[in-house]
């Protein structure tokens, strides 16, 4: 009897831990972060108080999948800043197991393109986790809610990420859209070819 | 030549056709040789998700290992000889092993093709090459994200799918409970 309560137990303990382990789903509620951009200073989301929302990008300077994203995703954040929708890019990838992604490198990819948004890093990849992010790029869309941040969108810029003029569907710019209505985007989850994300073993 | 034609009666249209037919053939020719050089050199077919799906249902009696890779992705690059050696280890036992690479096609010849010579890949290698994955993703697993490494392994009676890296150990510990 007391072995089966035990059992009964630890069941519930991993799943809940499983389910911790996945991340937001849509309409969670996220927590802020603190974290050190490419200019030195860090940054948090409420260092913009005015911002309705924030597009989070998973991101790194290594993988051939954000390299094919990075001009769309200078273009997202010219297009939806100055409609209260910034992007910031974070880099959660282990800097010692990809030194391709290491802070030196992102200031240099960051100065190179001449990102017009904050490229973080995850230094302790604690952010990761918990937004359940498993790829670069993977993409968090966040509208406010009164006080908090919550997930609207998660998963990729568009349908095409070959071919920025082959895209039939913009994914992000649509559930954008739909937040602006005050709809729920449709489809609200997409998935697409990624890098993983890089951890020390 | 054109007045040669001419004062054999033969009319101005035969001519033109002839031009025509010259230079059609003159494409023929090229395109049947680019065929064949690109079937002789190329050890790498290019499919899109249609055309691959079929490797996603086979009903034979044969374990399938279906890994998705790619050449710029290190964790896959590491996994790739123990996926090899479960190829050596059990191909006579009916284990099918297939590479489906997500590289680029415009890399092909200058990277995809070297990279599996250089690193004497047995096992089946394609390319799929379809852009719009949010549409296949979800075909292949309902569990894949998108991320890379990732493989699924199925016969008639089982189907897993794994988002994550595999050592050969892992690997023989999921495939000979199958074999019987």
Redesign the interface.
């Known amino acids: 009897m007391k072995m089966k309560k035990l059992g009964i137990l630890l069941s519930m303990m991993l799943f809940t831990m499983a389910t911790m382990a996945q991340g937001y789903e849509i309409g969670d509620k996220v927590k802020d972060f603190r974290l050190k951009n490419v200019d030195g200073s860090y940054v948090s989301m409420a260092d913009f108080p005015d911002a309705k929302g924030f597009i989070i990008i998973f991101s790194c300077n290594?993988?051939?999948y954000v390299v094919a994203y990075e001009d769309r995703m200078i273009e997202l954040h010219n297009e939806f800043a100055p409609q209260g929708f910034p992007v910031i890019a974070i880099n959660p990838n282990d800097t010692i197991a990809?030194p391709r992604d290491s802070f030196t490198n992102m200031k240099i990819r960051a100065k190179e393109k001449g990102f017009p948004f904050p490229y973080v890093i995850d230094a302790d990849q604690s952010v990761y986790p918990r937004f359940g992010a498993?790829?670069t790029p993977?993409i968090f869309l966040l509208k406010r809610d009164g006080a908090d941040l919550r997930v609207a969108y998660i998963?990729?810029i568009d349908?095409?990420?070959?071919?920025a003029s082959?895209v039939?569907e913009r994914?992000l710019a649509n559930a954008i859209h739909a937040v602006q209505r005050g709809e729920t985007p449709d489809?609200a989850v997409?998935?697409?070819?990624?890098?993983?994300?890089?951890t020390r073993n | 030549m054109h007045d040669y034609f001419l004062y054999l009666h033969i009319p101005k249209e035969f001519f033109m056709m002839k031009k025509k037919i010259v230079i059609l053939s003159f494409f023929a020719v090229l395109f049947i040789s680019h065929v064949v050089y690109a079937s002789k050199s190329d050890h790498l077919t290019v499919y899109n998700f249609e055309e691959f799906e079929h490797w996603l249902y086979k009903e034979t009696d044969s374990i399938y290992v279906i890994n998705f890779w790619a050449t710029w992705c290190a964790p896959c690059v590491k996994e790739i000889p123990d996926f090899e050696k479960l190829y050596e280890k059990y191909k006579t036992d009916k284990v099918k092993v297939l590479f489906v690479s997500l590289d680029f096609p415009a890399q092909i010849e200058n990277r995809v093709i070297p990279f599996i010579e250089r690193m004497n890949m047995q096992a089946q290698v394609i390319l799929l090459d379809d852009p719009r994955s949010n549409r296949w993703i979800p075909k292949v697993s309902d569990k894949w994200t998108g991320a890379i490494p990732a493989t699924l392994v199925y016969n008639k009676e089982f189907r897993q799918f794994y988002e994550r890296e595999f050592k050969f150990e892992e690997l023989e510990e999921i495939i000979v409970p199958l074999l019987n």
């Open positions: 290594h993988c051939p990809e498993t790829r993977h998963g990729s349908d095409n990420f070959r071919d082959a039939e994914f489809p997409t998935r697409a070819i990624g890098c993983t994300i890089k």
